[in-house]
């Protein structure tokens, strides 16, 4: 069973800056993508940024050019690096796997921004 754990969440003021980590129990070399998700509350769940296994990468346009996706195969972790960090950016952050046709996902770390 895949175990993926988020760390690095917390509070901030407006323009501040935080960095998640998702540690996975298993290799993510060849996790066909892994991502970051964002609920804030009373919403759905919506795909922040997302790195495959060629390195290719999305971003959501509500983050993009604040917020960076990378991924450390040898530590079989996934980061995204929040800069410029807004109120609206509060929320649940979940890391997601999707390798060999499951769907996997973390606890979950809350990021609260203040104005």
């Known amino acids: 069973q895949v175990q993926l754990v988020e760390s690095g969440g917390g509070s901030v003021q407006a323009g501040g800056s935080l960095r998640l980590s998702c540690v996975s129990s298993v290799t993510i070399s060849n996790a066909n993508t892994m991502a970051w998700f964002r609920q804030r509350p009373g919403k759905s769940r919506d795909v922040i940024a997302r790195i495959d296994m060629y390195d290719r990468i999305f971003v959501n346009d509500s983050v993009n050019g604040r917020f960076t996706i990378s991924r450390d195969n040898a530590k079989n972790t996934v980061s995204l690096q929040m800069d410029r960090l807004e109120p609206s950016d509060t929320g649940a952050y979940y890391c997601?796997?999707?390798?060999?046709?499951?769907?996997?996902w973390g606890q979950g770390t809350q990021v609260t921004v203040s104005s």
């Open positions: 997601h796997m999707f390798k060999d046709g499951m769907n996997s």
